[in-house]
């Protein structure tokens, strides 16, 4: 038959089971710690990050860019010289 205090056994053990296997909750210094140690490795990170962009994406861009304006400033001459010579033909 059924024994109301075989029950409460039962349900004590689960509970006294399941707050074995719950980690233990940190303590707000330990939050804290945890917190500081990651603004600390966020600031250490960015800036590598800003140390890599001036020192490789920068310089890159700016090598790129100037090939670029030349090539445009080729492609505009041949326009401008395809203009001239149309309005040559007119007259």
Same mark, same amino acid.
């Given at each position: =038959? ?9 349900? *004590?053990?689960? =509970? ?5 296997? !719950?980690?233990?909750?940190? $303590?707000?210094?330990?939050?804290? !710690?945890?917190?500081? +140690?990651?603004? !600390?490795?966020?600031?250490? +990170? ?7 962009? *001036?020192? +490789? ?26 203009? +001239?010579? $149309? ?5």
């Amino acid at each position: =038959m059924f024994e109301p205090g075989a029950a409460l056994l039962a349900w *004590n053990n689960r =509970m006294t089971q399941s707050k074995k296997r !719950r980690s233990p909750r940190p $303590s707000f210094q330990d939050a804290g !710690r945890k917190l500081d +140690e990651a603004a !600390r490795r966020l600031e250490q +990170e960015t800036e590598k990050f800003i140390r890599y962009l *001036n020192d +490789e994406v920068v310089p890159e861009i700016r090598e790129h860019s100037s090939r670029g304006l030349r090539r445009a400033s080729k492609e505009l001459q041949k326009f401008a010289d395809y203009l +001239e010579e $149309s309005q040559r033909k007119r007259r």
